[in-house]
């Protein structure tokens, strides 16, 4: 399906549903830690928010991958469907098992394009493996941001736009509270939730105040409204 683009780098917006399926950190995925937290509040706030919560029992969100993984796996999913990225995917993960900066550039362009990418989006995760092997990217300073400083940062690179960079904050570096207005899973739920047709962006902000400042978690159960298993992230 095509979809709107996220930004002027070429990023592509899309549900985060379809999005960056990766490996475990060191087999140990991180728990949000605010996630009890942020449950408890917004089922006292939102009864709809309730209903969705006490379906979903047992579950969270979890950060399972490097920076570099994470962002690689956001550039595959762009404007693809979600089997369509999961194929792609896989081959990239037999291609560069570890999916580091530098296995990525030893595959090379051919390898990369023969896994199913464009042409450009393997020029982006080349040119995004090469950054973060050189040291021209250090994610490490990334923690100690704001939200909108690590937007700021992620959006001058090549494939990187406000979307993806949404999907960092929320999945890579577990923040608590991102709305990604322009998400489509987002807006899907918003309109199958709470209202009877497609929300304006006026509208899903003005919805989504209540939840702050757990808009992470809101947004993260309604995708699972849509989709019930979890993607690992």
Known sequence: M???????????????????????????????????????????RDPVMRRIIRAHPGIALRRRGEPFMTLARAVVGQQISVKAADSVWSKVVIAAPD?????????????LLLCGLSGRKAEYILDLADRFNTGAILPDGWSAMDDEAVIKDLVQLRGIGRWTAEMFLI????????????????????RANYFRRAPTMKAMTALAENWRPWRSAATWYLWRSLEPVPVEY
């Open 99 to 111: 999916i580091t900066p530098s296995q990525v550039l030893a595959a090379g362009r051919d390898r």
């Open 171 to 190: 999945f890579n570096l577990l923040r608590p509270d991102v709305l990604p207005l322009d998400d489509l899973g987002l807006q899907k739920a918003m």
């Open 2 to 44: 095509n979809e709107p683009s996220a930004s002027s780098t070429g990023s592509k917006v899309r549900s985060a549903a379809a999005v960056m399926v990766q490996p475990t950190d060191a087999g140990l995925p991180v728990r949000a830690e605010y996630w009890d937290t942020a449950c408890r509040s917004l089922s006292r």
